[in-house]
């Protein structure tokens, strides 16, 4: 069986889901979330979340629990709702870690393969323009252990990823160095700076990819 894929996506849309406008108006992080699975015959589904007690908010749910500073809510919606959540159920693929924090909303889920993950993916930037993938990490195949990333090269832009391609290919990166920063920029017919600049660029990106 082909290893899995764990996915880390991040929304800064506050509408984008009633928890995370709540976590707005509360200005607190909400992670502690539980859904059920809505069966056929029903047109609601249910999602329970515990919040801090002490906020000075209004919301339009009341506590079902209280323990200590933390209040736990019942949130009844319709099935059709449009938020990230619903179209990563109709992928099979539920939420192992929800994440709602000042009107910002994180979601961890695993992909079976790099085949649904590039489907649900695809899914969530038409409907979530604004989707930030964060991290992919690919489970390790077979007993030795591996830590795997995958890096989202769509973040680069076109200049960005033919200038690092060149640097590659001309062994910028080798020591010691088989090419210098002025002859790539000659090969690439820009300056020197515009070379440094975008080669910083691309090399930032996939960094925060990596790390």
Known sequence: MPPGIRA????????ICPIVELSAAAETTIDSVSMNVCSSDRTECVTEFSMDADGDFEVDVTPIFSHGSSDRYRLTHDDGMDCPCEYLGQFGCPVARYVARNGTLTIVFHAAD???LQEVIGE???????????RFVQSPAGEQSQDSVFVDRSKLTHRQLEILETAYEKGYFDRPRRSNATEIAAE????????????????????????
């Open 124 to 134: 969530l930037r038409d409907q979530f323009p604004e989707v930030d993938i964060k």
């Open 114 to 116: 790099y085949d649904q």
């Open 188 to 211: 690439l017919d820009i300056n020197p700076s515009t070379f440094r600049e975008h080669l910083t660029a691309a090399e930032s990106k996939i960094l925060e990819d990596i790390l």
């Open 8 to 15: 880390e996506v991040k929304f800064d849309t506050p509408d």
